[in-house]
């Protein structure tokens, strides 16, 4: 398999283009989901279609370690490539090229901040991003506005933003178009909205939702599957 070939093949690709095939170049969007269920898996195989249809990513991973985190994109890369990609340690190696990893406390995190650190890597010319992957945002202490905020970063730097939230069982708000809390709130603010439920029989696949998504590149309702050990999205 060729690397435009597993580009092709990847069920991510009915979130690149809009419905007149143009590219997003703009979009804020969430993965949630109650905890074990494959979030980062998600925002991972993100970053890596990303990377791969050319693009920088900043993976900002929150309260997480470096190494951890880069285990998942080892381990996803993996069982991706174990389809006899052709010149997989060239793809690889292009991944590590165009994907960073910054790490922050929990406590630590906020726009300011993030954008101090971007800044600097910008406007030294060391890496500019086009998409930032945020992972461990805790939208349970989270307002409004700093979730503008962001949004508001996202359009001052011509960003693709994408967090991860946890949904609890026993809480049971949701919003009108079924974002289950602490997102149903806020869910105004993303373009795309993601929710993965479980499998309902032990060999079924879990269900990745997409419930919104403004920018015109897949309808509300498409549905793919996640394969519950691997956590890879099939096709």
């Given at each position: 398999?060729?690397?435009?070939?597993?580009?092709?093949?990847?069920?991510?690709r009915?979130?690149?283009?809009?419905?007149?095939?143009?590219?997003?170049?703009?979009?804020?969007?969430?993965?949630?989901?109650?905890?074990?269920?494959?979030?980062?898996?998600?925002?991972?195989?993100?970053?890596?279609?990303?990377?791969?249809?050319?693009?920088?990513?900043?993976?900002?991973?929150?309260?997480?370690?470096?190494?951890?985190?880069?285990?998942?994109?080892?381990?996803?890369?993996?069982?991706?490539?174990?389809?006899?990609?052709?010149?997989?340690?060239?793809?690889?190696?292009?991944?590590?090229?165009?994907?960073?990893?910054?790490?922050?406390?929990?406590?630590?995190?906020?726009?300011?901040?993030l954008?101090?650190?971007?800044?600097?890597?910008?406007?030294?010319?060391?890496?500019?991003?086009?998409?930032?992957?945020?992972?461990?945002?805790?939208?349970?202490?989270?307002?409004?506005?700093?979730?503008?905020?962001?949004?508001?970063?996202?359009?001052v730097?011509?960003?693709?933003?994408?967090?991860?939230?946890?949904?609890?069982?026993?809480?049971?708000?949701?919003?009108?178009?079924?974002?289950?809390?602490?997102?149903?709130?806020?869910?105004?603010?993303?373009?795309?909205?993601?929710?993965?439920?479980?499998?309902?029989?032990?060999?079924?696949?879990?269900?990745?939702?997409?419930i919104?998504?403004?920018?015109?590149?897949?309808?509300a309702?498409?549905?793919?599957?996640?394969?519950?050990?691997?956590?890879?999205?099939?096709?």
């Amino acid at each position: 398999m060729l690397k435009q070939d597993l580009i092709a093949k990847n069920p991510l690709r009915i979130l690149n283009q809009d419905a007149q095939g143009n590219p997003v170049p703009q979009r804020m969007g969430l993965v949630i989901a109650r905890a074990g269920l494959g979030k980062t898996a998600i925002l991972v195989q993100i970053a890596l279609d990303s990377i791969l249809r050319g693009n920088k990513i900043i993976h900002v991973s929150i309260g997480q370690s470096l190494d951890k985190t880069r285990v998942w994109y080892d381990d996803i890369f993996k069982d991706i490539a174990v389809a006899e990609l052709e010149n997989a340690a060239a793809i690889e190696e292009e991944i590590m090229r165009n994907r960073m990893i910054m790490t922050f406390n929990v406590s630590a995190f906020n726009r300011p901040k993030l954008e101090e650190r971007l800044n600097d890597l910008v406007q030294q010319d060391v890496y500019r991003p086009d998409c930032l992957i945020i992972d461990g945002f805790d939208f349970a202490k989270a307002t409004r506005e700093e979730l503008a905020d962001l949004r508001e970063l996202m359009e001052v730097m011509g960003l693709n933003i994408w967090f991860s939230a946890v949904s609890h069982r026993e809480d049971n708000r949701a919003s009108a178009i079924g974002v289950p809390a602490p997102c149903h709130e806020v869910d105004d603010l993303f373009d795309t909205i993601m929710l993965i439920q479980p499998a309902t029989g032990q060999q079924g696949y879990n269900k990745l939702n997409i419930i919104k998504d403004s920018t015109g590149c897949a309808a509300a309702g498409t549905t793919l599957e996640l394969d519950p050990v691997s956590l890879i999205i099939q096709g």
